[in-house]
């Protein structure tokens, strides 16, 4: 049952997400609206849909008249069952400051997107948009064998689990001892599911592969296609190629080459060596650590002969991995939605990632203390890209270039608990005070764009004027 208690818990949630979503609604609201919304939700596995509370933190409930009369609503929940075939049920609450009206969507059967007017809808920040093809590729495929279980060798040895699989790092990234006996080491991966045994012999999983493999050349070529490629190009555009190379190993076990290799063979930042404390590699290490990760993880394995790419030019670095995410790129900072999940697990047990959501922060900040210009997040047909460019000058940044920081920057501060100001901009390009009407015109142009908004619970001083991201 959905109570008063309920409603108050949801609207102290700092945002919205894939099971909740805020409209006032004051008078009415648009059935055809509704039933898009019901259509929306269920493709993301169900939520709810309420009616009578603002959209944007702080929530407040402001009451609503929508469907007021039972047996209008009565007809609605009739209709939706009519046209989308899924029964949604509608709960009223009795705020003291007015009535909150429900809708309780199922969640739409496995392996069965539900369209509405010929499109599978989704929900993308404030807008409803269709699914992506990847998108509807991994809900048809629901309900078959899980492609991280599924075997990427069949009948193996135990001596062979051993020589395919870098048990001894295994067991180092997960800070444990290793055992004395071959039984255990086995008996580990069979418990993580990494293994199992039949009786022809040991079975490989494509997780266990995919992660701890010595060579992923070892295993099935399908396989072997996910390794990660670097290319080195001479200049800033693909013409010529100084270096091309495939690492062989394992995501988990060979994490730490990736990085290293990475780092190691990006240009020389001859900018600002002095503001890195003799750092003179062009990129953070953070930055590219977290970029690397997140592309692994989130990359879709459906894909075929597509891997994680990572090409070094001379003023940036572009890191892209096959598939199209499931949030918009403006939200990157603060919400997380894989559909990865048993990799991601794994990952960050094992020490490769943190948090759920807490890798592109860190990249902004760790951009942001380079003096960097702001990394870009581009989403093609196929693949995503993170972009980070080499050390440019203030004066000589595009204006996209300055939104595109300002807006980062406040999202950085809100989800850091603070917020972006003149001052702060400031110093993140690393400004003199005798900047701050350049600054405020850069502060202008995002707010035009519908990238920030000021926050109405401070000054409203244009001096201390206080920004939130627009999603806040």
């Not at 210009?373 to 996209?400: C, I, Q, Y």
């Amino acid at each position: 049952m959905i109570h008063l208690e309920t409603l108050e818990r949801w609207m102290r949630s700092p945002a919205e997400h894939e099971r909740l979503e805020f409209k006032e609604a004051k008078q009415q609201f648009d059935t055809t609206k509704l039933l898009r919304y019901c259509v929306a939700l269920a493709n993301e596995k169900g939520g709810y849909l309420v009616l009578g509370v603002s959209d944007k933190p702080p929530r407040r409930v402001v009451g609503s008249q929508a469907f007021a009369d039972p047996n209008n609503l009565n007809k609605i929940k009739a209709s939706i069952v009519e046209r989308l075939h899924m029964r949604v049920e509608a709960v009223e609450l009795n705020h003291p400051d007015g009535r909150v009206l429900i809708f309780e969507v199922p969640s739409r059967p496995v392996g069965h997107p539900i369209g509405f007017e010929g499109a599978y809808l989704m929900r993308a920040g404030e807008d409803l948009v269709p699914m992506t093809p990847d998108q509807l590729r991994r809900i048809f495929s629901e309900g078959q064998p899980d492609w991280f279980t599924e075997p990427a060798k069949c009948g193996a040895s135990a001596d062979e689990v051993i020589a395919l699989l870098d048990t001894q790092t295994y067991f180092d990234l997960l800070k444990l001892p290793y055992p004395t006996t071959r039984e255990a080491v086995l008996a580990r991966l069979v418990g993580e599911t990494l293994i199992n045994q039949d009786s022809n012999g040991w079975n490989i999983s494509h997780l266990a592969a995919l992660l701890l493999a010595k060579r992923l050349d070892a295993f099935p070529l399908a396989l072997a296609r996910k390794a990660l490629r670097v290319v080195i190009y001479q200049g800033t555009n693909k013409l010529f190629t100084r270096e091309d190379r495939i690492l062989h190993r394992g995501y988990a076990v060979g994490f730490e080459e990736f990085v290293d290799f990475t780092h190691s063979a990006a240009p020389q930042n001859r900018f600002i060596e002095e503001a890195v404390r003799r750092e003179t590699k062009m990129f953070p290490k953070q930055a590219l650590r977290e970029l690397i990760a997140n592309a692994l993880i989130h990359q879709d394995f459906t894909a075929s002969g597509a891997s994680v790419m990572i090409e070094l030019f001379d003023d940036r670095a572009e890191i892209s991995n096959p598939g199209i995410p499931p949030i918009k790129v403006e939200r990157f900072i603060d919400e997380y939605r894989s559909c990865n999940e048993q990799l991601a697990d794994l990952m960050r047990r094992l020490g490769i990632c943190e948090e759920k959501g807490s890798g592109i922060d860190k990249v902004i900040n760790a951009v942001e203390i380079f003096q960097l210009p702001a990394p870009d997040f581009r989403v093609g047909e196929m693949r995503t890209t993170a972009v980070l460019f080499a050390h440019e000058n203030f004066a000589d940044m595009s204006k996209a270039d300055r939104m595109r920081a300002c807006y980062q920057h406040c999202c950085l501060q809100y989800v850091s608990n603070r917020r972006m100001s003149n001052q702060s901009l400031r110093e993140r390009f690393g400004l003199p005070e005798s900047k701050a009407a350049t600054v405020s015109l850069i502060i202008g142009i995002t707010k035009e764009a519908g990238l920030i908004k000021q926050d109405d619970s401070e000054s409203t001083s244009t001096r201390y004027a206080r920004y939130l991201p627009f999603w806040a």
